[in-house]
């Protein structure tokens, strides 16, 4: 046999073609990713203009393109609940809400450890409609604060959790005694017991603290204040809350609430 015969006879390594093989997958997997990350892109763009209708097309676009993208899965979630809490056609709304869990659910599969994808998930699941029965109610109640728990593991300082996790403490403790006390023996969901309304306030100060021109922060710090009956501490929350520039979507119906809590308080 000639030795140019035994160049072409030769095999080739198996080792040389895995790596090819390899590289060659890579390769292919960056090119899908392009089109996912460039309406994610897009998305963003949107998402800080406002117009969340066309970022969550964008999102939406992305997670199709990529299921994995967890940028696109939380913020899909994110704009989801931001276009459905103040919608007024209550189906759409509740599709929404349930659109908002699905992609904080996923997002929470994705990457476990981050702390977006959990607040995210939380936040779905503590803006679901109340038309549901207790029992299911106070499921969703424990996923909250197991969601907002897990975001503040990952960050302690994240602010939204910290916001998630005082609404909850007030919610649980704006029920009657005798519920609170079904929510823990009848229906297992015991960790209503730790509960408390200085809980609830330290979160959303804290979340004001850290966030200080947010405004969803304030109005909901000035809502626990009135609550608490520290009524000149709730008017100047409220009061902060009608001065303030709008940055956020939904910012305008929260100075809409923040007026009609302090005529309230006034009267």
Same mark, same amino acid.
């Given at each position: 046999?000639?030795?140019?015969?035994?160049?072409?006879?030769?095999? $080739?390594?198996?080792?040389?073609?895995?790596? *090819?093989?390899?590289l060659?997958l890579a390769s292919?997997?960056a090119? #899908?990713?392009q089109?996912a990350?460039?309406?994610?892109?897009?998305g963003?763009?949107?998402?800080?203009?406002?117009?969340?209708t +066309?970022?969550?097309?964008?999102?939406?676009a992305?997670i199709?393109? %990529?299921?994995t993208?967890?940028d /696109?899965l939380?913020k899909?979630?994110?704009? @989801?609940?931001s276009?459905a809490?103040? %919608?007024? @056609? /209550?189906?759409? $709304?509740d599709s929404?809400?349930a659109?908002?869990?699905a992609?904080?659910r996923r997002?929470?599969?994705v990457n476990?450890?981050?702390?977006e994808?959990?607040f995210?998930?939380a936040?779905?699941?503590?803006?679901l409609?109340? +038309?549901?029965d207790?029992r299911e109610?106070a499921k969703?109640a424990?996923?909250v604060?197991?969601?907002?728990?897990?975001?503040?593991?990952?960050?302690?300082n994240?602010?939204g959790?910290?916001?998630?996790?005082?609404?909850?403490n007030?919610?649980?403790?704006?029920l009657?005694?005798?519920?609170r006390?079904?929510?823990? @023996?009848l229906?297992g969901?015991?960790?209503?017991g #730790?509960a408390?309304?200085?809980?609830?306030?330290r979160?959303?100060?804290?979340?004001?603290?850290? #966030?200080?021109?947010?405004i969803?922060?304030?109005? %909901?710090?000035?809502?626990?204040?009135?609550?608490r009956?520290?009524?000149q501490? /709730?008017?100047d929350?409220?009061?902060?809350v009608?001065a303030?520039?709008?940055? %956020?979507?939904?910012?305008?119906?929260?100075k809409?609430e *923040? #007026?009609?809590?302090?005529a309230?308080?006034?009267?």
């Amino acid at each position: 046999m000639t030795i140019p015969d035994q160049v072409r006879t030769r095999k $080739r390594h198996p080792l040389r073609r895995s790596v *090819a093989s390899v590289l060659m997958l890579a390769s292919l997997r960056a090119m #899908e990713a392009q089109p996912a990350q460039a309406r994610a892109a897009r998305g963003n763009e949107e998402r800080a203009a406002n117009r969340l209708t +066309t970022a969550l097309q964008e999102y939406q676009a992305a997670i199709l393109a %990529d299921s994995t993208s967890y940028d /696109a899965l939380w913020k899909a979630a994110e704009v @989801t609940v931001s276009l459905a809490e103040f %919608d007024s @056609t /209550a189906h759409r $709304r509740d599709s929404l809400f349930a659109l908002g869990v699905a992609y904080g659910r996923r997002a929470v599969a994705v990457n476990p450890k981050d702390a977006e994808g959990h607040f995210q998930l939380a936040r779905a699941l503590g803006r679901l409609p109340l +038309t549901r029965d207790v029992r299911e109610r106070a499921k969703f109640a424990v996923d909250v604060r197991e969601h907002a728990l897990a975001a503040l593991s990952s960050n302690p300082n994240h602010a939204g959790a910290l916001h998630v996790l005082g609404l909850w403490n007030q919610n649980v403790m704006q029920l009657g005694v005798l519920q609170r006390l079904a929510a823990k @023996t009848l229906l297992g969901a015991r960790v209503f017991g #730790e509960a408390s309304w200085d809980e609830a306030q330290r979160c959303l100060e804290r979340s004001v603290a850290l #966030e200080p021109e947010r405004i969803a922060h304030h109005l %909901d710090l000035g809502r626990i204040y009135a609550d608490r009956k520290r009524y000149q501490e /709730a008017r100047d929350q409220f009061k902060w809350v009608l001065a303030a520039p709008v940055v %956020d979507y939904n910012d305008v119906h929260y100075k809409h609430e *923040a #007026e009609s809590a302090l005529a309230h308080l006034r009267q």
